[in-house]
């Protein structure tokens, strides 16, 4: 209690105000919007930055999956990729885990980090100097939250992201939450449907007279007229006039859709 009482003392009202209002808006989270796209209108202001993504990776090994960003093109990405290895908080996390806020500039000295072939094709070319990152995890990978600019992220900046990641983590599971409950519901809905739809296929096969429902067996079963007729002991002419009458009486007009209805009644 008095460490978290600490970090609200260093805070000013006005990032308090911030935290408050981020607070507040992660969590109004939609399962009909990926938490990537969410995360990333919701905090791509919080911190003053040239440039916010909001990424995820596959772990073991870890790799690259998708980003939602702005000022990053194509070939960017693709850059990035062919470097990530030497990013010091990928050293980091696969070495120790990442579970706390951090910096380039905190993992890496910058000369260090001046010499990696990260920094020289992709973020010099960019002006980035150092970058502020947190991971969410999620099942089979990982959320990774990065802030870059040109110049170094303070110790105050990085104790706020502290203080909302742990709202980020509810969200998350959350959002996880609704997207079951979602999916749950529509399997619900489509079973309820197809419970229906049979019920509706049993009232019209049992509305058939005996006569029609051999035909209509028969048909099911994939016979021709010709065929159906030597099974019933009648002419293919019947047959065929009983057929009219069976797409008259469920309301079709070909054998497919009579085959489907009589699998359907459970016949």
């Known amino acids: 209690m008095n460490i978290s009482a600490n970090r609200f003392k260093q805070l000013s009202a006005r990032d308090i105000e911030l935290l ?9 989270t939609s399962p009909n919007e990926p938490f990537l796209n969410h995360a990333f ?12 993504s909001v990424e ?14 702005a000022g990053f093109s194509s070939e960017d990405i693709l850059t990035y990729q062919a470097h990530m290895h030497q990013h010091p908080v990928v050293h980091h996390f696969q070495s120790a885990g990442l579970d706390a806020v951090c910096t380039i500039l905190s993992l890496s000295s910058r000369d260090d980090f001046h010499r990696t072939d990260l920094y020289q094709k ?10 502020l990152i947190f991971t969410l995890p999620h099942p089979g ?8 600019r040109d110049t170094a992220f303070t110790e105050n900046e990085v104790r706020l992201m502290e203080l ?5 983590r509810i969200a998350l599971r959350s959002w996880q939450r609704s997207c079951e409950l979602t999916q749950f519901r529509r399997t619900l809905q489509e079973k309820s449907a197809e419970t229906g739809q049979d019920r509706i296929a049993r009232r019209l096969v049992d509305s058939l007279s005996p006569r029609q429902l051999a035909v209509a067996e028969q048909v099911a079963r ?16 019947t047959v065929g006039k009983h057929l009219e009458n069976i797409f008259e009486v469920l309301g079709i007009h070909h054998r497919a859709a009579l085959a489907a209805i009589w699998e359907r009644s459970g016949r």
Do not use: M
């Open 141 to 148: 990978g990982v959320y990774v939250l990065a802030y870059s």
């Open 56 to 69: 995820s990776y596959s772990l073991n090994p870890v790799s690259f999956e998708q980003a939602v960003t």
């Open 20 to 28: 408050v209002k981020l607070s507040e808006r992660i969590h109004y």
């Open 222 to 237: 994939g016979l021709e007229n010709r065929q159906i007729a030597e099974v019933l002991h009648i002419s293919p002419k």
């Open 122 to 131: 992709f973020y010099k070319q960019l002006s980035v100097e150092d970058q």
């Open 41 to 52: 209108v919701v905090l791509c202001d919080a911190l003053p930055c040239n440039f916010f």
């Open 164 to 168: 909302l990641r742990p709202q980020l």
